[in-house]
């Protein structure tokens, strides 16, 4: 179904069409929807908002508007003025098993200039077999080639041997700086909430700045304007609930989502009714969006994000009492504002907060009371405008401007005891502030050749430091053939904020720190080269090849940490160092029939070089694994409209991680201080564990591998009502891979964490 609207001729004899692409029943704006002018060979795609815009010369075309699992829509026009045209489709899911399902000509891997890009289909995430049959954003991108799981089990994820904070997670275009609960075991993305989800880890456009590695550009829902409607899960994890409807019909609407896990309670009882012990863990994370249709060329969304999690554990017994509490999370909350200064000319301006904490403390009471905190946490205020023009369908220009205001807290110490109130720890409260201007062209030259040319600049200023960097992209494609196309691009890229992982506590304390004057931005620089064929649609395959430079990459010294006594400040314990990653990575992608999904396998490798390590020689990277070989897929065998019965499974197999096994292991002991006590920091000595090695990631694990299934059963109640029984099974065979590795008694210890795990969840929709 198409809307149409006309307006005033316009100048050298030229007319534009332009709208909106959504779904139709659902209302939600479908990102990224082709439409082609048949028989030309040409046309555009319509942008993160659905909007969408083509200037013509008058005459009679026929459009094509097209989406994948989308029934394409073609509409005849004999257009004369200015034309709005607002299409909505249906999912192929709604037209019946005996309606001939037309599907666009390719799902744009051919047309595009874009390498290294995948988007992932929300229903591949909710049927994808992971551990507590918790659906997860994360560890679905784990399938695909050239991302690694940090850990089994985990939700962090390693792109193109890049480290984990090199990937740009956006959350409705707002930076979300901990994407994880669960200590690391699930992400913090609520699937029922999600339109969209995109991941860029080779040519990465213009638009995007701040990491080297990869961007995930995760894109909410914006709830369904016309109908109420809501969903509820149930798993062994968590319970979740999403709402979503009008506020006005045809104008405004809203979507608010909530999850929250239980764990905690069953063993809060238990310990209550045997034990002097309170202890426990939760999280819980809440979203929600809304938007204003003020006229047809404007619109207002406001949507934000709130998550936790609390680790926590009490002792009381007479005399004496300790408290202990580990806190985490995110919030999030954005403003934007769409307009249409012309039929040309979209807009898109926005206000955004983002915040990051880590608080730990500790309280002991017997004859003396200590309090102790440790905290640190990330303030980032960002203002930008986003533009889109259209001059003609042979280019698609993007421009726009970016600042952010960001202020670090990443070492904070403060000790209420001992007869004294003491802090400890510098660099708090650091600022920084990023100006940045970007522009990029996506354009035909001829029939076959399609270019992206862009270049960003940032400014960087941290105290009296300055730094000033200019980032070309380039992407091209060539049509080989109607099934076949070459691609190529070469991004540079530059990031200011780091990292530090502290692995010896045991717990998420990693700490978000700035670029400095001592501490350079990180620098990098990717070039990519792939073939893309299509032989018939819903059938793709692609082999890409990448070589990775990065500069400027820090890790803490060997030893250090930033609980460290014997240092002032965080940056006197990371070194700087040089990264190299290259491989080729092969996918093969399957959209249609009974049996979908992909197989991807990559051959890579990464390495790190540090002048104070290894005599100054490079070494393999911790996630640096040789061969990965993933597979991911849905074999449907029955629905008829009413109950649908469907299988999924995931394999995965992939060399071994390198890890660092001590030659000599040795635990310090309290150091008198100058004043001749000991010291609330010799704590730290004291506890503290040496070691000494060979050289940095000097053991490799055995090989990994496990193999997942599912089993998903949906019955339709009515129109709008139906609930899904899902059944999964997490390694099924029950490899026993290992989690980590110790020497004792001059053995390897293994220990491992998963062994096969079964988990059932229920979903109900209204």
Known sequence: MATFLFGKTTAQNKVTVSGYIQDKNTTEKLIGASVIIEGMNTGTASNRYGFYSLTLAPGKYNLRYSFVGYEAQVVDLDIKKDTVINASLLTDITLGEVTVKARSKNSGILTSTETGTNVVSVESIKKTPVIGGENDVLKTLQFLPGVKQSQEGTAGINVRGGSPDQNQILLDGVPVYNASHLFGFLSVFNSDAINQVKLYKGGIPARYGGRLSSVLDITMKEGNNQTPKGVVSVSPVSGRI???GPIKPDTSSFIISGRRTFLDIPVRIGLLLTQPVQAGYYFYDYTAKANWKINSKNRIYFSSYLGRDRYFIKYKEEGAKSDYSYNWGNVTSVLRWNTEFSQKLFANFTGY??????KQKIKLKDEESLNYNISSGLNDFSLAGDFDYYPSPAH???????TSFQSFSPQLVVLRGFESDTTYGKGVNQQATIHSLYAEDDFNIGSRLRLNAGIRADAYQTGKQNYFYFQPRFSARYLLSDVLSVKGSWSRMSQYLHLLSNTSIGLPTDLWVPSTKKIKPQEGWQTSLGFYFEPKPGLEF??????KKMENVIRFDQGASFLDSRQKSWEDNVITGEGLAYGSEFLVKKTTGKLTGWAGYTLSWSNRKFEELNNGKPFPYRYDKRHDLSILGEYEFYDDGFDSKSFSFGFTFNTGYAVSIPDVKHHGLNILTE???????GLFDYFKTRVTYAEPNNYRMPSFHHLDIGYHLTRKLSTYRERTWSFS???VYNRLNPWYYYK???????????????????TYKW
């Open 396 to 402: 698609n220009i993007k421009f726009g401007f970016k």
């Open 542 to 547: 692609s082999v890409e090849g990448y070589y």
């Open 729 to 731: 099974v997490y390694n």
């Open 242 to 244: 999403t709402l979503e």
């Open 353 to 358: 907060y983002s915040h990051f904490y880590n």
């Open 675 to 681: 004043k001749g006590d000991f010291g609330f920091l």
């Open 744 to 762: 004792k008694d001059e053995k390897m210890r293994q220990v491992s964490l998963f062994p096969i795990i079964p988990s059932v969840s229920f």
